[in-house]
């Protein structure tokens, strides 16, 4: 709807990922105001601000943060896909969905030649997204196994 381009893309991204964020914020902190300690802060007269400093952040800002590891995975991703389709980086920028997108043209060519002749075209611009996001995914799952509250149960 709003073109081409990078700044586009970002927009988009920022647009439709937020939501994410707000949903995840609202429950853990939903969750965590019902713990004791909120209840006891409360009692004794402790200003909401301090409250929420010093209790609800700090203890519900865990998901966020597992979140958004996993997120640096999927957020190039979703770009890579844009790009591949003509909607991110205009052409010259290097990007993975329009290395990914160029790469076509090699493989699939209309005299009928080898298409294993330059594999490597679409090999490593793929590889290299594969690496990224595992990499970005497992940084997550390791932040999720430290400062998941529930698994040290």
Known sequence: IIGPGITNVMWALVIFYWMTYARLIRGSILEVK??????????????GGRIITRHLLPNSIYPVIIQAS???ATIPLTAAALSFLGLGAPVGYADWGQL???ARNWIVTPSGGNPFQYWYTIFFPSVTIVLYALGWNLLGDTLRDILDPRMLI
């Open 34 to 47: 019902e713990n004791q300690y909120i209840m006891a802060a409360i009692a004794l007269g402790t200003p």
């Open 100 to 102: 990914a997108s160029f």
């Open 70 to 72: 996993m997120d640096m």
